[in-house]
């Protein structure tokens, strides 16, 4: 009999111990649902919530079993009603830090979004745990306003004599007639080993820089978008590479809804949902300067803006990396990035990602390279599957979505036309 009773005692202390630890993980989970306005699956809620009420009950009844005989557990025992007072202090806190931690430390706060806002494959993190004004008051506190600022074009691009540095012979070695020049990127992951390779399409007159468009891209269900060689061949483009994100459920849409505003020749072509990259627009104005700057499309028209998409992030803003200071691994994958440097050349940047040549660039790594070539506004645009350039409607990078090569349906793409 008194092993019968040890034994319950045993099951019952260890269940009791099990509750009171499991419990506030999910009373933390709950907090987040409650607070949290987006849209969250219906059946995870139901599952929380499900879990959190069996718990609860299961704790009730193993402290009922516990204290209902008194030959099992002594209640007036001085130590066991500090040791419950202790357990009960841990429970409580433990609700509190994870929903301090989670709320209301600026520091976690900023890393988590600013760390998985724009991945590919952590982005809910953020969009699950925070609702948009949260999200979007960090990533506007991130970055600097370029509403006033101006980029000085009163640099020579043509060769000289005495370089600064071999990143600047490889930009300004070239022939006058050049339109653009190819560099070969190669290099090592921030806080990792990992190997990446990619290529730098220069272009020594910003005014060629253009956005182009599949010919189905638009807002509407029958939307589709075309590859980055078939769009390139359609205008003529000497130079070709993927420009924004697009409405993709399941990752295998047609790619023909590109998100946020897209702006053709000073003219708005479409305007779907913003994505979560945690940007903004990203284009040229009509006197060729980048610019980098979350605004609403009326703002957007005042700035003169003559072509642009909406992504992100920002890397490079008025010549501050904000990724510097990143000497930890990331996420790495195949990227995207176009940037400008203080002399108006633009630089149009590709790493292939998860192949046996090239594991992937990540933010860090993308700013690193751009700050590198001397850009002084360097942005992050749609990686991935969609990460792709061509040069004469060929491509010259190895798109690739983690199985095979794929050459994937695009909704719009940046291009260089020929003067």
């Not at 830090?97 to 988590?112: A, M, Q, S, T």
């Not at 074009?153 to 020049?181: R, T």
């Not at 040069?391 to 983690?402: A, D, K, Q, T």
Request: hydrophobic share 40%.
């Amino acid at each position: 009999m008194r092993y019968v009773k040890n034994k319950k005692v045993s099951i019952c202390k260890f269940f009791t111990i099990f509750f009171l630890f499991a419990i506030p993980f999910f009373i933390a989970i709950q907090v987040v649902i409650i607070n949290n306005k987006t849209k969250i699956n219906e059946d995870f809620k139901i599952t929380v919530l499900s879990l959190l009420i069996i718990l609860i009950v299961g704790l009730f009844v193993s402290l009922f079993l516990l204290i209902k005989d008194r030959r099992i557990i002594n209640v007036c025992n001085m130590q066991k009603k500090i040791g419950f007072l202790l357990i009960l202090f841990a429970y409580i806190l433990e609700i509190f830090g994870v929903v301090n931690l989670i709320y209301y430390n600026n520091d976690f706060k900023n890393w988590l979004i600013n760390s998985s806002i724009g991945s590919l494959n952590y982005k809910y993190v953020a969009t699950t745990i925070y609702d948009d004004t949260i999200i979007n008051n960090v990533v506007d506190n991130e970055f600097v306003d370029l509403s006033d600022d101006e980029i000085d074009f009163s640099l020579d691009s043509g060769n000289l004599e005495v370089y600064a540095n071999k990143y600047e012979e490889e930009i300004l070695n070239h022939d006058e007639d050049d339109i653009y020049k190819i560099i070969k990127i190669s290099g090592t992951t921030i806080g990792a080993d990992y190997h990446y390779e990619g290529y730098m399409a220069v272009i020594y007159d910003p005014s060629l820089v253009k956005i182009a468009k599949s010919s189905g891209a638009g807002t509407s269900d029958t939307s589709y978008g075309e590859t980055l060689s078939v769009i390139s061949r359609k205008n003529n483009a000497l130079i070709a590479m993927n420009a924004g994100g697009f409405y993709d459920p399941n990752w295998n849409s047609n790619g023909g809804i590109p998100h946020g505003p897209v702006f053709i020749d000073g003219i708005l072509d479409s305007n779907y949902a913003s994505g979560d990259s945690g940007g903004g627009i990203i284009g040229f104005d009509n006197n060729d300067r980048l610019i980098l700057k979350k605004m609403t499309v009326d703002e957007a028209y005042s700035r003169g803006i003559r072509d642009a998409i909406e992504w992100g992030p920002f890397l490079i803003v008025n010549g501050v990396n904000y990724y510097k200071d990143v000497n930890y691994y990331t996420w790495a994958c195949g990227r995207a990035a176009i940037g400008q440097r203080e002399d108006g050349i633009v630089l149009m940047l590709v790493i292939d990602g998860l192949q046996s040549h090239s594991k992937g660039a990540s933010y860090a790594d993308m700013a690193h390279i751009m700050e590198l070539y001397g850009a002084v506004n360097a942005a992050n645009l749609d990686g991935g599957t969609s990460t792709s350039m061509t040069v004469n409607h060929e491509y010259i990078n190895s798109p690739w979505n983690g199985y095979v090569p794929t050459y994937r349906w695009l909704p719009n793409a940046w291009i260089v036309v020929n003067k």
